[in-house]
């Protein structure tokens, strides 16, 4: 079967309603979205229109009302991925996700660990990510000290260590300068290319054309997902 046909992920008539007091919200009313393995996917949508409930699904963290959510591991089964961890690397919180006490490097070994590595190779896991985001001279500098930048550069270094079949980016940019989205976009193809699957959330049009991605919009009234053409702005920002 050739990796354009393998599904990576799949979420089948899925419901999903949050409960604050005495009101309800429903986020999703029979949602359904495939993605391919090694495929490029950016979800739009308004704010609170679901893109990080629909990540947050993917990543097993929280469980639809209704339907089926499936991912497929590194063994390429479809697994639920509430019940099998390690399916996917994922930047969910940004910077809320990674140990203030601990240092830059000290972070991106630690996740570089939960693949089951021996130190010495999260080591080797950890020094690319750092030089390549611009951040190793801070290696030794506690997370909790750094600028915001330099925190979502050692979340997304924590996620690029892990060697998973799917890796999830919810909103990554709005902390990233110019050059560093750039570099960023570039990394995503780089990872699809090479076989990971990769679903993005973002406000940003113009790092989405730059990630050259098919997108999904999350319209308002919590009905499903529907294709967006790419205008004639993105195609012109396309990477040669």
Do not use: Y
């Amino acid at each position: 079967m050739t990796t354009s046909l393998v599904r990576a992920a799949v979420l089948a008539d899925v419901n999903r309603r949050f409960t604050h007091r005495h009101a309800s919200v429903t986020v999703f009313r029979g949602l359904d979205l495939a993605v391919t393995r090694g495929e490029r996917l950016a979800v739009i949508g308004a704010e609170g229109s679901g893109k990080s409930t629909l990540l947050r699904l993917l990543a097993g963290l929280l469980l639809a009302d209704k339907g089926f959510v499936r991912v497929r591991d590194r063994r390429g089964h479809l697994v639920d991925p509430a019940l099998e961890p390690g399916t996917c690397a994922a930047v969910l919180d940004g910077i809320h996700g990674l140990h203030g006490r601990l240092t830059v490097g000290e972070n991106v070994r630690w996740q570089a660990a939960r693949d089951g590595t021996d130190p010495d190779a999260a080591e080797r896991a950890t020094d690319p990510w750092l030089d390549r985001l611009g951040i190793a001279p801070l290696r030794h500098c506690l997370v909790e000290g750094l600028p915001k930048a330099a925190q979502q550069k050692t979340a997304l270094a924590c996620a690029f260590s892990l060697r998973r079949p799917l890796l999830l980016l919810d909103d990554p940019t709005p902390l990233l300068d110019v050059e560093a989205r750039a570099l960023l976009a570039q990394i995503v193809r780089e990872r699809a290319e090479s076989g990971q699957t990769v679903i993005v959330s973002t406000h940003d049009h113009a790092w989405r054309a730059l990630l050259d991605a098919r997108c999904v919009e999350i319209p308002p009234g919590a009905r499903g997902i529907r294709p967006v053409q790419q205008d004639a702005e993105a195609r012109a920002q396309r990477p040669a």
